[in-house]
């Protein structure tokens, strides 16, 4: 890859935004505001880009930056980059290899001038990467030059801060979010369930649609890793992510799977994809005598059966498939012979549905067929196991991946029919149908098609309770109900009023601006867990950021909507992260009431002046919002009744649910049988 004199980098309005701490909207503000703001030097009318040097120094004059923190200025210098953010990845990729690998070198390397390091670092590159990725290697062109070697410098020192391994990871996973439209991704979660099902003991795996390498990444312990990928630049950065993830062998090709499968003569113990879905051009017409298709030729609408033998056929015998399929491939009329000589030769061993919201795309409840390679004089098994988890755990958010409850409860059923070729039946939800039942003219593998439903509501009893709760929740909500409201007098419309930015600049409060992304396992607070008023059901997307964890009193604003919603963290919502969309304000007990906060904070009108509209959503500014200055005696006051009104609110949401939840029981059971009209 050719070097170029690199210009100096640019940030976008809302990069400007990150860098200040504050919201877009307050950059809008400036640039309305101060005329030496500075001018655009890129992008659009719409969407400016402005130097970061000079961003960086008016900042710095208005007192709003102290210091551009070093994963900034790293990120920027990946942006700006004039080959492309990819190719930057690649090299810093390169660099953070040798940075883990070869650090006595390293530190050698750095030593010398930025010409004299170019030279010296590409043959320890060449070594570095022949030895952790192969020979015939996707990044054998990769040559960096002079003036390259600033930013691997800053990789190196972010490596110091970070680790080799997080720092590629942090900026990865801000490229990934900066082009959210040019990536399938499947979530850290889901690629952990699949990985669990290919069995502990993996030490070879391939994954033929690699993409950014997240379902290999979550395989512990493999030696030897092959990917594939038609893209050299996903196949790029995968080798580098899975190479600085771990200490095995990294295989990486860039190549079509179907058509030029680099790993033809390798048998491995387990094969994890998230294949494309739905494509017509997969090479019907030019691989239709090709020995993979063992279990029929698929035809051109089954792209997906098509993928799943490419993995059977690249298993060691009693190897496993794992693979994420959308659900048609279950039931379509073209697929059904496949599907038919999957189950008699005992191929396929599962078929799981997820909740939807699993992985793209989120609106529908994907699938997980779990296959294996029988030997040749092997009994095939005799049933199929099916699960419907589809309704689980009220399906993850969109985009946070699988639940942890759903992915448990799958693997326990797995590992239980691993073993012993039975499960105890859950009805609804899991049990070994036996293959003969399936053989029919559709062999429709659905398995919802296949799991009798629960009794309605869980049977009369379980409505019964549902019935007694729902008495107590309501007479809960009338002891609840507000006495009827006392006008205020005039004077009280003349309080003197202070904005959530003025109570942040005066140390009264703490912004945070929620991500849902960071190092450990926490769970995530989604939007809709605080429109709903539940507990935390996303899950957590790794970075090498530390979250912020909610503590009790905190307040939880959506920002986008235009709904007046603000809630308090009690004990039960503490400890989780604040997912994307929300804005987490952490008041000083001695400054405010988080009760008196929330409450002003869900004005109809106090939202209407700190709202902006865009084409598509309503977004709001939180730190334009206004509450009354008043003394903690006062605040506490109106706190105690913001709090009556919170809880009565809840009363009705949870009465909502439950009524819900027994007339739809009701009708079930009377169009079932299991309930009677008397």
């Known amino acids: 890859m050719s070097e170029q004199s690199a210009p100096g980098a640019e940030v976008t309005a809302a990069e400007v935004a990150r860098l200040a701490g504050v919201g877009r909207a307050a950059v809008s503000n400036w640039r309305r505001r101060h005329a030496d703001f500075p001018k655009p030097v890129g992008g659009t009318e719409t969407s400016p880009s402005f130097a970061l040097a000079e961003v960086e120094h008016w900042l710095r004059a208005q007192g709003k930056l102290a210091e551009v923190p070093l994963r900034e200025r790293v990120w920027q210098q990946i942006a700006a980059h004039p080959g492309g953010p990819v190719t930057a990845l690649v090299k810093a990729g390169c660099a953070l290899l040798v940075v883990r690998d070869r650090p006595a070198d390293w530190l050698e390397l750095t030593a010398v001038s930025d010409e004299r390091m170019a030279a010296l670092l590409r043959p320890v590159l060449d070594q570095v990467l022949v030895a952790r990725l192969g020979p015939g290697h996707p990044l054998e062109a990769i040559r ?249 755990a009220a399906g993850p958010a969109a985009g946070t991946g699988q639940s942890a409850s759903v992915a448990d409860e799958v693997e326990a059923a797995w590992t239980a029919y691993d073993r012993t070729g039975s499960v105890e039946e859950v009805q609804g939800v899991s049990r070994v149908v036996p293959v003969i039942e399936l053989l029919d003219d559709d062999v429709d593998l659905t398995p919802a098609r296949h799991l009798p439903p629960p009794a309605a509501g869980g049977g009369p009893a379980a409505l019964g309770a549902v019935r007694e709760r729902l008495d107590e929740t309501l007479a809960r909500a009338a002891r609840f109900t507000p006495p009827a409201p006392v006008p205020a007098p005039e004077a009280a419309s003349l309080l003197s009023l202070t904005t959530i930015g003025e109570l942040a600049r005066a140390g009264a409060l703490v912004l945070h601006t929620g991500t849902g992304s960071g190092t450990g396992a926490a769970p995530v607070l989604t939007e809709q867990d605080v429109y709903a008023g539940t507990g935390p059901s996303g899950t957590l997307a790794a970075t090498a950021d530390e979250p912020v964890l909610t503590t009790p009193g905190d307040v939880l604003v959506p920002v986008v909507g235009g709904a007046t919603v603000a809630r308090v963290v009690d004990a039960a919502t503490a400890g989780a992260v604040p997912g994307r969309g929300l804005q987490l304000l952490r008041p000083d007990p001695a400054a405010l009431d988080p009760w008196f906060l929330a409450g002003f904070l869900r004005g109809t009108a106090n939202n209407r002046r700190a709202s902006s509209h865009a084409s598509t959503a309503t977004r709001l500014d939180v730190r334009r919002l206004q509450v009354p200055r008043l003394p903690p005696a006062e605040q506490q006051r109106y706190g105690a009744r913001f709090r009556a009104l919170a809880e009565f609110e809840d009363a009705l949401r949870l009465a909502g649910r439950l009524g819900e939840q027994l007339v739809q029981g009701l009708y079930d059971g009377l169009s079932d049988g299991t309930v009677t009209p008397d």
Not at 176 to 188: E, F
Not at 296 to 325: C, D, N, Y
């Open 144 to 392: 960096p030059g002079p003036t390259t070697m600033p930013l691997l410098r800053a990789a190196a020192e972010l490596a110091a801060e970070l680790g080799a391994r997080k720092a590629f990871e942090f900026l990865l996973g801000r490229h990934l979010d900066a082009n959210p439209r040019q990536y399938t991704l499947t979530p850290d979660s889901l690629a952990r369930l699949m990985a669990a099902l290919a069995g502990p003991g993996v030490r070879t795996a391939l994954d033929p649609a690699c993409g950014t390498g997240t379902l290999l990444r979550a395989l512990p312990g493999a030696t030897v890793l092959h990917a594939q990928d038609s893209s050299p630049e996903l196949a790029a950065l995968t080798a580098l992510r899975l190479a600085l993830n771990g200490s095995g062998l990294v295989r990486a090709a860039a190549a079509d799977s179907l058509r030029a499968d680099a790993f033809a003569q390798d048998a491995v113990d387990a094969v994890l994809c998230h294949p494309p879905f739905n494509e017509r051009n997969w090479g019907h017409e030019e691989l239709a005598y090709d020995p993979r298709w063992e279990y029929g030729f698929p035809a051109r609408t089954e792209s997906e059966l098509a993928w799943i033998q490419h993995a059977l056929a690249r298993l060691r015998e009693g190897g496993t498939a794992v693979l994420l399929m959308p659900p048609a491939v279950a039931a379509r009329r073209s697929g059904r012979r496949i599907r038919a000589d999957l189950l008699r030769r005992g191929a396929l061993r599962a078929v799981i549905a997820l909740p939807a919201g699993s992985a793209p795309p989120y609106g529908i409840p994907l699938h997980l067929w779990v296959l294996r390679r029988p030997a040749p004089q092997a009994v095939p098994p005799q049933g199929l196991l099916l699960i419907d988890s589809s309704a689980g």
